[in-house]
């Protein structure tokens, strides 16, 4: 009897410290102590690369930029801080300067005025917020001017993105007339070969309600496709002039879209195939998706951070900028297969911050990526919890020593 009594409390006392440490928050370390991470949600899927962009602590680069008034100037305009020439910025993103005169002549779409791209509406802001959640943001702007409209976007240097998990903590305001969108984007030359997936907010279009849509969501012959989209009412009462957690993810079979950790949207059809770029913009061109802006009237995308899990393959086209193609990062990709430590950007309760889920080796499935679609096995193996998983298996276990020392 007193040895049974020691075996079992210590046997609890192995099972206290292994659920304390379980239940404890999970370790953090840096990205170079990871081979891959594991998403949650219900299209649970593996990444091999993070990035995390942060606007929340800029000061020394906040200010609101005037308004430049003549088109020539917009899109010839200069970085608003050198936080957009820094190499921070410059190796992920390209501020954008391009107009639609070419669309509005030849009338490819129904834009009734000029669109002028300027990298003077990208800017870090100070959050004069009442209980401001952060010392500063990105803002993008588009404003209607009396010759063309003025507005904002970057898209990813990356052209090879095949597969993304990404959020962006933001807000839209201002006035109606303006689209607000973070996508990913194929260009080619039929409307019906773009592949895009789309978050969008239509400011003229009701506080609570976002768009989701894999383009193309109308014909050449002006038919709308309904199964592309879905017009989505945000949870919680939330309004798009609030602050969410907007996630968008990607993967091989639907882009699943989620608003503050909740699932909102899912689309399996036209789900974008190849590998793409991803972008943000800020925009409206008088057409009848964005609507007409007033003269004088402004609308914003507020974004405070940018977190996002992606696959990057070597089958990228040139890069939008001129550059060079990107090199294949074979390495990242032989890691993945060994996966020695499985890591989460979902379990911590840091934004920015990597936490290890499991340090175990994800074996024979996770070396291939051909497969397209079939991430389900490797994904039941940790279950979608991680850390958790563990804890199930000594429930069984606990329960039959304190029935066998008479404990129940
Ligand atoms: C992912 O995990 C975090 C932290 O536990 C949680 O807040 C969030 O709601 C989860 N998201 C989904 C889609 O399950
Ligand atoms: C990302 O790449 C890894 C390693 O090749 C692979 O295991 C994983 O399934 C890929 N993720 C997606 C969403 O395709
Ligand atoms: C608009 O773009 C065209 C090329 O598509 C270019 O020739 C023109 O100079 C641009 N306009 C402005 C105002 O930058
Ligand atoms: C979404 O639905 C609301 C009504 O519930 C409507 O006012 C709004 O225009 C719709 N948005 C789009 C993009 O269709």
Not at 8 to 20: P, Y
Not at 130 to 155: C, G, I, K, V
Not at 331 to 354: H, K, M
Request: a negative charge; hydrophobic letters at 35%.
């Amino acid at each position: 009897m007193v040895i049974i009594g020691h075996v079992s409390s210590l046997l609890i006392l192995l099972f206290v410290s292994s659920a304390a440490t379980q239940d404890a928050s999970p370790q953090v370390v840096s990205d170079d102590q990871c081979q891959c991470y594991l998403t949650n949600g219900s299209n649970a899927h593996y990444f091999t690369k993070h990035k995390f962009f942060d606007f929340r602590s800029l000061s020394e680069y906040a200010g609101v930029p005037e308004i430049i008034q003549d088109p020539w100037g917009s899109s010839h305009a200069h970085a608003t801080s050198d936080f957009f020439l820094s190499d921070q910025w410059t190796d992920n993103w390209v501020t954008q300067s391009w107009n639609n005169s070419e669309l509005l002549e030849s009338g490819a779409n129904d834009a009734s005025y000029l669109l002028i791209n300027s990298p003077n509406n990208i800017y870090i802001e100070a959050n004069r917020d009442e209980d401001a959640s952060s010392d500063t943001y990105l803002t993008m702007r588009t404003s209607r001017l009396p010759r063309f409209q003025t507005a904002a976007e970057f898209e990813s240097v990356a052209t090879g993105l095949h597969y993304i998990s990404v959020r962006m903590f933001a807000r839209t305001r201002g006035a109606p007339g303006a689209v607000t969108a973070m996508f990913t984007y194929r260009g080619a030359e039929e409307l019906a070969d773009v592949q895009e997936s789309d978050l969008e907010i239509r400011t003229m279009d009701p506080l609570e309600t976002v768009q989701y849509t894999n383009q193309p969501s109308y014909t050449v012959d002006g038919d709308d496709v309904p199964e592309a989209t879905r017009n989505v009412t945000l949870p919680r009462g939330l309004r798009w002039t609030d602050w969410a957690v907007y996630r968008m993810d990607w993967t091989p079979m639907t882009t699943t879209h989620y608003v503050d950790g909740e699932e909102v949207a899912a689309i399996n059809f036209q789900n974008p195939r190849d590998p793409s770029q991803f972008f943000f913009n800020c925009w409206g061109d008088g057409g009848s998706w964005s609507g007409v802006m007033r003269r004088g009237h402004e609308a914003f995308l507020q974004i405070q951070w940018i977190d996002m899990l992606y696959n990057q393959t070597t089958k990228s086209t040139a890069r939008s900028d001129g550059g060079a193609p990107e090199q294949f990062d074979v390495l990242a990709e032989r890691d993945a297969g060994l996966c020695q430590q499985v890591c989460s950007i979902d379990q911590t309760d840091e934004v920015g911050t990597t936490v290890v889920i499991d340090g175990g080796s994800l074996g024979g499935d996770e070396d291939s990526n051909e497969g397209d679609g079939d991430e389900g096995g490797a994904s039941s193996i940790f279950g979608v919890d991680g850390h958790l998983h563990h804890l199930s298996l000594w429930i069984p276990f606990i329960i039959a020593v304190t029935i066998g020392t008479g404990l129940i």
